[in-house]
């Protein structure tokens, strides 16, 4: 093994050559394995990543959290009527208090761009972690599915309502003639299809085939052109957006009656229009009314795990360590503090505007303010005092109407863009790690595809139901806090556990208070709309099926990766071993062992004379769950006979057979002696399969078997 894969600072310099190995000389006993580097080295200058200062990368993320701005204002109106600005007040509390601070953490914890998924898998291991982190990840489909839908509907709901004339005599056209041409289709079809040929249904697909296009041939991931692409139609749009709510604002403080018949309202009960009054008679009835209305507002919130998938955008230092980039870290957890400050902001001054300005009836209407009460606004819209909205602001109006809706349209398409492109560096690596990835199936792409497929199977579907894909959409954000702040309680409790702190102060208060709140929130949008959660479920059950028919397809492959060595001292030794005539490896199982008992019993079972060295091998299971294995070496005298330490396996088999592969490199070949087993074979098989233990001689033989080596360099398996 190169000395730049060797875990420095573990060892002196191994022994010159003159040396005896240990099979023959004194032995050389290595301090215990520490857990490898597993920070990915330090790119070269030739191939370093593209990185991109903290701003531009802030950009990258308002695609997708700021754009809630283009419907969150008429999402809260729906939700919770005239209380919506005092609920939006909570959701900005939330963000501030508990979403800011447990992603800050992660950011600290996880800086390679794993996010909470990665911290997660780190702090739960074994086959219930891998199932909490599949759940994770089906919410996480979900996520990436519904953003896209959903930002897909709500820009074509922007682009189907724009008022301007020559517009909508051109959609009414295409709608007629696309009725005429589906009337022509066969009866059975004709029947499949009624009310398919919608015109929001149809905007919405030609959006999504458009971005879909423009990021297959413009963009290959994050690169400077979409980095560019981002700050461009953020700026614009934030602009655009601050003259509307801005306008509003200064409109409100001209006329305070407004906002004082908003007021009494809200004191009176007059929440939404058609439900009886609800006198609040003091705060705590009032806040008590707003709580059970904030997991539906809780849409303003998305965006915070794409920050942490973006982590690797963000410029740090040149001199930042690889392994803890604290530049990295700071200027994360500074774009998000903005982040949340911004966008915080922005929800409150828009939902006030919005909720005060706008009259009740508008923001019910499909063409007016409905999904789009922004753009009613930049249109020149009614006003609840009658007036028009260019009482506002006189340049309000059909054209600053139409370019902001194009604002909107062109931030929401590349919102679901942005979130897509995380696809491959996000789901396809940890269903790696249930075996199920295929070569092939990653060359050609088949998951994205399957994806793809997806998405345009719900736009067909749902176009016309924003509030279909809004709940799916909200089950998956809410999920994914509620991981997130799973993963932090347990990372902060396992770390002050191990510093001996007392258990009043091993876990933050803010952090359970945030996991309790965003568990209930998503099971309260789940109870209600159970779309996200029924698609989570299916995940997962189609993803246990093929992982558990893929790991059995897939159990003679190497499932190797390269192996680490503890100290110097075991690298050389290895080196040696490979150049050893004939070693003999005899496998051990876990727990103390007379060496020497054994040994005789080993020559004398299998018939190996006295000349030939017996080496042990031990190796020990790690994490069963994991599919790929890394396996650390350390080799020591015990009992004045040479054993080698196989630790971090995922399976017993692999580690021994890429072992006696390695040491066949060379030298003889080595032979692998085992003693007959009297486990059960199906028990064997269960264990081999759940906890990498079980049916080793029959796993070991066929892997050499299967192995791609010259014959005449496969090692021998014994058994006797």
Known sequence: MPASEIKSGESTEPPSSSEPPLSQGEAHVGSPPQPPDTAPAKPQAADAPFRAAWPWVLCVIGLDYLSTLAYQPSVAF???????????????????????????????????????????????????????????????????????TFSTAA??????????????????????????????????????????????????????????VTGLIFFKGYTKNFVRLAVLTVLFYLAMTLVVVGSGGVYLVEHPQLVNAWWSDVWAGNWKPGVAAKPSGDWGALLGACVPLLPALCLGLSGFELTLMAMPLVRGRKDDNPEKPRAVIRNTRLLLTLAAVTMSAYLLTSTLVTTVLIPPGAQEVNGQAKFR?????????????????????????????????????????????????????????????????????????????????????????????????????????????SFAALATTVDVWQRRTARNLPKVVRVPPVFLLAFATFTACAISVAWSRPVGAVMASAFVALVLVLSIISRAWRSTEPRFESFEFADKVSAHEWERLTAANLPILVPLRPGKHDLKAKEIEMRTRHRIPGTLPIMFVLAEVADPSDFNQRPLIRIVREEGRVVIHITRCCSVAHAVAAAAIDLAKTGGVPEVHFGWSVENPVTANLHFVLFGIGNVPWMVHTLIRRADVPEDRKPHVVVA
């Not at 996010?115 to 972690?129: C, D, H, K, P, Y």
């Open 373 to 481: 009460s922004l753009a009613y606004l930049a249109h020149g819209g009614t006003l609840s005092d009658g007036s028009s909205a260019t009482a506002m602001n006189a340049a309000f109006g059909l054209n600053f109407g139409t370019v902001y809706d194009f604002a909107t349209v062109a931030i929401l398409a590349l919102a679901g863009l942005s979130f897509a492109l995380t696809l491959s560096s996000w789901i396809p690596p940890y269903l790696n790690r249930l075996g199920m990835e295929f070569s092939w199936s990653v060359k050609l792409g088949v998951l994205a595809y399957l994806f793809l497929a997806l998405k345009f199977a719900l736009i067909a579907y749902y176009a016309a139901d924003l509030d279909a894909h809004r709940a799916a959409y909200l089950t998956a954000v809410l999920a994914l806090f």
């Open 155 to 212: 820009a074509a709901e922007h682009l189907t309502f724009n008022p301007h004339p020559e517009w909508q005599q051109s959609l009414d056209a295409a709608t007629r003639q696309g009725e005429s041409l589906r009337r022509e289709l066969p009866d059975w079809a004709k029947q499949r299809t009624e009310g398919v040929w919608h015109r929001q249904t149809i905007v919405s697909l030609i959006i999504l085939v458009l971005s879909t």
């Open 78 to 148: 729906g939700a919770a009527g005239r209380l919506a600005p005092l609920v939006t007040v909570l959701v900005a509390c939330i963000t501030l208090g508990f979403a800011l601070p447990i992603y800050c953490y992660i950011a600290g914890r996880s800086p390679h761009g794993g996010g909470s998924t990665a911290l997660l898998e780190r702090v739960i291991s074994g086959w219930f972690g891998k199932l909490l982190l599949l759940v994770l990840l089906a919410f996480g489909a979900v996520d990436l599915v519904f953003t896209r």
